[in-house]
DNA sequence: CTTATATACCTTGACAGGCGAGGTATATTG
DNA sequence: CAATATACCTCGCCTGTCAAGGTATATAAG
């Protein structure tokens, strides 16, 4: 069973993030990755995937460059800021905070 | 600090079949209680609420009637059905699932 | 050579939930 | 008599998600 997409609505900027604090990436392998790394429960969609690009890029939380593959499709990387690095650092307390307090409610 | 709509956005239904597995309550009462439960950290905005309280009506997971007030305020009580309980099960696992995937995607 | 699949990017427009702003009515307190 | 707390409700905007559509390159199968 997949997770709703409500449910995810809020984090896929902390998401993104997460994965460009491992190592620059881009689009199509961070979805992968995502995908992977939840056993296909959390898919970010493209469209979603790319609009949150936007915003990341719009709020100086992500750089972008392109890579120069020789062969096959252009890829366009993704690189996290020092802001980016900082506002990561909110969003993941923002969802401890969460947690415990959808816990507390959830009996 | 609050906790941002978008997280909560998803649970609100869930959070409130939760208050009325304890008890029938209504609108106003269950507003404070989460409030309180989570040190005002977590506030369904009234509009917010009584928008859930309609989508899980029309679900037929929650059923009303009005109080007998003699005084004060009219209250209209809500109490959970028998298929709200089920849903409530549900939510619960979804979160549960959704825990768990979030924590290994924010490291 | 043609088709299918995988990789890789992107945009548009509809949809749904959250909620600010506004409204009603009753009771209590200063 | 005004303010505050209790208690209900609706309208319409805003924002994030995503289905559907599009582009281009490379490879494998038939």
């Known amino acids: 069973m997949s ?11 902390a998401i993104i993030l997460a994965h460009l604090l491992e190592q620059d990436s881009y689009g199509y392998q ?15 969609k493209e469209a ?4 949150a ?3 990341l890029e719009q709020a100086g939380y992500i750089r972008t460059y392109w890579g120069d593959e020789k062969v096959g499709a ?10 980016g690095r900082r506002a990561y650092q909110v969003y993941k307390r923002e ?11 959830l009996i």
Request: aromatic share 10%.
């Open 74 to 83: 252009r890829r366009r990387y993704y690189s996290i800021t020092e802001e």
């Open 30 to 44: 961070i979805n992968k990755d995502i995908m992977k790394k939840t056993d296909n429960r959390c898919e970010l």
């Open 95 to 105: 969802w401890e905070e969460a947690k415990a307090a959808i816990d507390q409610l």
């Open 48 to 51: 979603t995937l790319y609009s």
């Open 3 to 13: 997770i709703t997409s409500d449910i995810l609505r809020g984090h896929t900027e």
């Open 53 to 55: 690009f936007r915003r």
